[in-house]
């Protein structure tokens, strides 16, 4: 037993449990002193809320603004542990990390009822945005795929009998369920039982690292990365940070979406794309080119192009009636955009909000959630005793007749009394056919969730510390440690590990042997491309420097870009030192820094030039311009250059472009702050800080 044992720790390292009271981080934490809370003004509103969680005590030396606390922004952070009491810090950051990239745009309202959670998403038409899409597609992975991927592994694994004894009381108590007659309750039960039940849940299914579970077979299969270096992910990538692999996984699933739906539009397929690697093209000359060059294209002038270029007769060439019909489907397409948009929203929320629900958090109260969700289950467990299996039959089948043939019947209902008396008696009656207005109302969403957490953090004078910075490593330098446990795998799988590393080492040891004399084939497509990378960087270098001309002109649209192209290691260096009541930013061109003070009697945030010698810790004592914060009533977040001018610049030079904010007041006045490499976390303080309720668009 012990050899197994040593054999499976050199298949799949150890490293700290994702359970632990902190991260796995190279900078120094401390044990968190904790302090009594009180909840926000539009959190203690909600019934759901639980008592306030305790928070850490910081520092209150390096914030400008006093009263308020240090949890970890400074330059080398000591974070507390925890720094939420109840909450591991790596959920912490989880959350915030994709709250910031999922929510763009926040506007104030008012229709709201009191006792509701806000930050909903908007419904409109005019809600949808590229990046919005993407947002979506990536928090879709998150949860959906990874929750469904795991399911199926879970199936799979039973299937398997690998475990043996555990599949075997599912197989007997099955079987005596279907020999009784009473499977549909005994199923019913095992749902009501994991739901009012938690500790039941690691009982009856007990967790295993995705990647390493072949969905198929339900044994163990090398993982897609290569190797196991993280829990939640379905390649097992490695990660310094939980939910990292994951998160990247999502931005790479949307990346090939993209890509696959680019190429269906331009259709390459004989055009003499080479297959010898995946990571390789061939040009009309037949060098070979890596494909990481960014292949920037307007999609639907490149399909036209095409279908040009290979049309044979004048009929094909002939594009009037191509060009109608794509206007039309064109259209189609965008008006019904955020129809799909909104379904997806709601079937992400719910799926979000039934996890909640079903997992204790410090700040909302667990069991009367559960209860909520059980009492339909224990419903339908005493119908399925009581009324006979017929029955059942001949009402659904009943149904389904009745909705298909009568349609007829529908319509003449809907146009006579039926609608008009709901809409005149119960105007919101079309709500109460959501399930988020009924059985989980009062549940949160994973963004709901963060924004409580935010508002807990700034109404304590105790910023929430941001997620700490993902570095890359070095060339030459070495891996991080996995983050595996031994004991992440049941014993009866040790057998299998043993197999799949031994497999594992002889196809490494093979490919290797293959990739050799491929050197000289990439050396030219190196070249060509160190080549096309060098004039793609003297291009955006002379598109600053004109750009760099103008402001100095008098160009307002100069001025707002002036700046916002920086070398990583400046940003970095920058957001180690922002924060939390200072942060540097430029408006109008102007370099400054953004002071959020909530000493006064009201919070408010105001700009001022940076003094003689430009440092952030004097700036000019008079300040250009002021807000409260309360009078906000739309903050949205902006890119310094769209997604192509990004792409284009951090491939060419490397360096990063730092974005901005806008922000309305209720006079209608627009604050465009550019330039800004904290621009999450001051997004985070000004939405958190005030009274205002707020919708997601």
């Known amino acids: ?182 499977l549909t309750p005994t199923i019913l039960t095992l749902l009501l039982t994991l739901v009012m039940v938690p500790s039941s849940r690691t009982v009856l299914f007990p967790p295993a690292p995705l ?98 270029a290979s049309a044979t007769d004048k009929t094909m060439k002939d594009d009037t009636g191509s060009k109608q019909a794509a206007t039309s489907v064109q259209q189609t397409m965008w008006d019904n955009l955020g129809t799909l948009m909104s379904t997806l929203i709601m079937i992400m929320d719910i799926w979000e909000m039934t996890g909640n629900a079903l997992t204790s958090s410090p700040l909302f109260k667990s069991l009367p959630m559960r209860v909520r969700i059980a009492s339909p289950i224990a419903l339908l467990i005493v119908v399925s005793l009581v009324l006979p299996e017929y029955w059942v039959y001949k009402g659904i089948t009943l149904g389904f007749g009745l909705a298909f043939f009568g349609q007829p019947i529908f319509d003449k209902l809907a146009q006579k009394h039926v609608l008009k008396y709901l809409d005149h008696w119960i105007p919101t009656w079309r709500q109460y056919l959501d399930i988020r207005n009924t059985i989980l109302l009062g549940v949160p969403t994973d963004n709901q969730l963060t924004l409580t957490l935010l508002r807990l953090g700034e109404t304590n004078k105790s910023p929430l510390p941001p997620p700490p910075i993902i570095v890359g490593l070095d060339k030459g330098a070495s891996s991080p440690p996995p983050t595996v446990h031994l004991d992440d795998l049941p014993p009866e799988y040790s057998e299998q590990v043993q197999e799949v590393h031994a497999a594992s080492e002889t196809s490494t040891d093979a490919l290797e042997d293959e990739d050799s004399p491929k050197t000289s084939r990439k050396s030219k497509g190196s070249k060509l491309l160190g080549l096309v990378k060098g004039t793609t960087k003297a291009g955006v270098d002379g598109v600053l420097g004109i750009e760099k001309a103008k402001a100095v002109v008098g160009s307002k649209e100069a001025k707002a870009k002036t700046g916002i192209v920086q070398p990583v290691e400046v940003v970095e260096k920058v957001q180690r030192e922002d924060g939390p009541s200072v942060f540097r930013g430029k408006w109008k061109g102007t370099q400054g820094v953004l002071t959020v003070s909530t000493t006064a009697t009201q919070p408010l945030v105001a700009f001022s030039k940076l003094g003689l010698k430009k440092d952030v810790d004097s700036p000019a004592e008079t300040a250009v311009w002021s807000l409260l914060i309360n009078d906000i009533l739309e903050v949205r977040k902006v890119g310094g250059f769209g997604w192509k001018g990004k792409m284009i610049v951090g491939w060419s030079t490397g360096d990063r472009v730092i974005d901005g904010l806008e922000i309305i007041d209720v006079n209608g006045n627009v604050y465009y702050i550019t330039a800004l490499p904290r621009r999450d976390e001051l997004f985070n303080r000004l939405v958190a800080i005030g009274n205002q309720r707020w919708e997601s668009c």
Not at 110 to 124: E, F, H, K, Q, R
Not at 132 to 151: F, H, M, N, P, Q
Not at 221 to 234: R, V, Y
Request: charged share 25%; glycine share 6%; hydrophobic share 35%.
């Open 211 to 308: 990647a390493a579970i072949d969905t198929s077979t339900g044994g163990v299969k090398k993982p897609l990365a290569g190797q196991l270096g993280s829990k939640d992910s379905i390649t097992g990538a490695q990660e310094q940070f939980r939910g990292e692999a994951a998160e990247k996984e999502a931005d790479h699933f949307v990346t090939g979406l993209s890509t696959i739906a680019v190429s269906v539009a331009v259709g390459k397929e004989g055009q003499g794309v080479s297959s010898s690697s995946p990571a390789e093209e061939t040009n009309s000359t037949g060098e070979i080119v890596d494909a990481k060059v960014p292949n920037v294209v307007d999609v639907e002038g490149a399909v036209d192009a095409q279908r040009a």
């Open 1 to 182: 037993m012990a050899s197994q044992a040593d054999s499976l720790m050199k298949s799949l390292p150890p490293t700290p449990s994702l359970d632990s009271d902190g991260p796995h981080t190279t900078f120094d934490d401390q044990r968190a002193t904790l302090k009594p809370t009180k909840h926000h003004d539009r959190v203690s509103e909600v019934p759901t809320v639980a008592e306030p969680p305790a928070l850490a005590i910081g520092e209150r030396e390096r914030p400008k603004d006093p009263e308020t606390e240090d949890l970890g922004w400074s330059e080398n952070p000591k974070v507390p542990i925890p720094v939420v009491n109840g909450l591991n810090n790596e959920h912490l950051w989880i959350l915030v990390r994709r709250f910031n990239k999922q929510v763009f745009h926040f506007r104030r309202i008012t229709n709201i009822p009191p006792g509701v959670l806000d930050c909903n998403s908007a419904t409109t038409s005019d809600s949808y945005s590229p990046d919005k899409l993407r947002s979506a597609l990536e928090r879709l992975y998150l949860t959906i795929v990874v929750g469904v991927a795991s399911a199926l592994k879970h199936i799979a694994r039973i299937r398997s009998w690998t475990e043996a004894s555990r599949t075997a009381w599912f197989c007997t108590v099955y079987f005596l369920a279907w020999y009784k007659d009473v």
